[in-house]
């Protein structure tokens, strides 16, 4: 029973240990990751070696797939951005209806272009137009700039080949395709609650955030950046986005009825793999939105070369957070707490969402708090039966928790949109916190069907 206690006060010593070195000393999640990893392995009693070797063999297992799907999604998305297909998108949406219906449309708009990318970048790349759309229509600047925050996060938080969500769903071993229609089934309400609903009510309750206009010394702005002579048409571009998860839905929906024996199912099988879906879309829109739209090959490089950089950092920080779970296991912590857990009687579902909604609110980065919740719920999940799938959304929903001041999405949005601490508190934290409650909500909804 000592032991027992010994290894959850490593466990617990550890988290409060990446905490301060992140929020207190500012360390870079990487090296605190890393850190802590060593610190529990050798907290919980194995040798420097046994330490060093275990989290050499999960950072090198983490990447062997999350690495390659991230890497792929964010070259899909650079050339989506930089071909002018995410502006060909936005403004097709935009057109469908009338002024009133703007906001909806860009929620929308947001959240199919941000499937393939980062949310810093497309949150960059989609501020000016929000900015533009202001103008032309003459409505308040975040009446149109909440719902496209709301879009794009709704895609950050829950659906592939973003970082959190894959991660997820490689340490729980859930399928790719079955996370993918779970996710979308469950994005597309959160989108529109938490976009144009909630930015309704918090225009309402919350006047200031109206005074903010497009004033001259914005102008600047209104120009998107990567723009060419001649950009993809709207189908192209929609096709290039929707080919990755079609390719995994198809695989999950069809993989039941091919018998193994088949070449069919092999064929199947591989193409609506993670990695080689988005290869397919990465060699697509190197065609359809690169070549055809007038790039050169020699420019379609820089871009793909360009757009790795970002997601450089992130793929690092999952390979650390894979080297910490491993150390969860190498230690039988996390055979602890499944065994724990087990008389809890709390559902995996709200367990995981709690846990990173916690870590997320201590550390700021929705990144390393799905990381560290999945290393710490994985054993669990794997005797509780719970639906995988919906476990990927549960914890991914639970990172998105209330961002505030040690969040970098935190100042991204109020330096954009040049609101004060106070006014940025109102509207994004409110906003990815009520998106939080409502992925767990949704979550639970549709375990009730398919659990």
Known sequence: MQFDISQFFA???AIALLIVLITYFKFHPFLALIITAGFLGLAAGLSPTATIKSFEKGFGGVLGSTGLVVGLGTML???????GGADKIANTFIRLGPVRAIPATICVAALIIGLPHLFDVSFVMLVPLVYAIARRTHSQLLRI????????????GLLLPHPAPTLAMTTYHADAGMAMFFGLLIAVPMAILSGPVFTHFAMKYFPELGRQSFGAGDAQEEQP??????SPSFWLAMLTILLPPLLMMTRSLCIGFISKENPLYEAVNAIGDPIVSLLIAVLFAIYALGIRSGFTMAQLQKILGKCLGPCAVIILILGAGGGLKEMLLATHVSTLIADWAVHWNISPLILAWLVAALIRIAIGSATVAVVTTAGI????AANSGVNLELLVLATSTGGLMLSHVNDSGFWLFKEYFHLTVGETLKSWTLLVSFQSALGLVFVLLLNLVVG
Do not use: F, W
Not at 377 to 380: E, G, N
């Open 11 to 13: 466990l617990i010593s």
């Open 77 to 83: 998305g650079g050339l989506l951005l930089e071909s």
């Open 145 to 156: 700039g909440i719902p496209m925050a709301a879009g794009l996060y709704v895609a950050h």
């Open 225 to 230: 950046a990567g723009k060419t002579t001649r």
């Open 377 to 380: 719920i994985a054993p669990l």
